[in-house]
T-cell receptor, first 114, second 117 residues
């Protein structure tokens, strides 16, 4: 079974600074998807960024980028120019190519200080 | 609003009662998923449907839980004889498969928060 581990329960960053959230996973599959989801307080989960495992190029979405290290099974999220609205719980998730379940990590609570 | 909707948003019940939650997915999405999220944890998979067929159920889905998607559109999740340990946020998500680059991107609803007294 796949597992996802987020070793940072909490992180904080100053507004306009850069922060990196860590995620490692375990799988025996060669093709899969990885995601970062954001869950603001009392609001629904939204997709921040996704990465297809067969792609070597790291995904980027505006201020959000990932560092995908397939051999190391590592998938970190970098948030540049942090904004107050980035404050949320961030979940790393693993998805099978069959489009079935997502397996989530425990989450990292990000605080952005003004 | 064309996103995933869930009703009710909050449910308080007494131990032993039955509860039912509803999820309306994004209209063109053929897959629908249920997850359970306890406080401070990531969502845990419960079950999912492709159209009206239930394709997979987690071990978390005990025999007190049942989910349906009768016409391949909305879905219901019923919990019978609720226990205090059932208190959690129940999340619904939907996706379109196959969908090219959108394969396996799941769109989440706001969740139903269940409190069992």
């Amino acid at each position: 079974a796949q597992t996802v581990t987020q070793s940072q329960p909490e992180m904080s960053v100053q507004e306009a600074e850069t922060v990196t959230l860590s995620c490692t996973y375990d799988t025996s599959e060669s093709d899969y998807y990885l995601f970062w989801y954001k869950q603001p307080p009392s609001r629904q989960m939204i997709l921040v960024i996704r990465q297809e495992a067969y792609k070597q190029q790291n995904a980027t979405e505006n201020r959000f980028s990932v560092n995908f290290q397939k051999a190391a099974k590592s998938f970190s999220l970098k948030i540049s120019d942090s904004q107050l609205g980035d404050a949320a719980m961030y979940f790393c998730a693993y998805g099978e190519t069959s489009g079935s379940r997502l397996t989530f990590g425990e989450g990292t609570q990000l605080t952005v200080n003004p | 609003d064309t996103g995933v909707s869930q009703n009710p948003r909050h449910k308080i019940t007494k131990r032993g009662q039955n509860v039912t939650f509803r999820c309306d997915p994004i209209s063109e999405h053929n897959r629908l998923y249920w997850y359970r999220q306890t406080l401070g944890q990531g969502p845990e998979f419960l079950t999912y449907f492709q159209n009206e067929a239930q394709l997979e159920k987690s071990r978390l889905l005990s025999d007190r839980f049942s989910a349906e998607r009768p016409k391949g559109s909305f879905s219901t999740l019923e919990i019978q004889r609720t226990e205090q340990g059932d208190s959690a946020m129940y999340l619904c998500a939907s996706s379109l498969v196959p969908g090219g680059i959108l394969v396996n991107e799941q769109f989440f609803g706001p969740g139903t928060r269940l409190t069992v007294l």
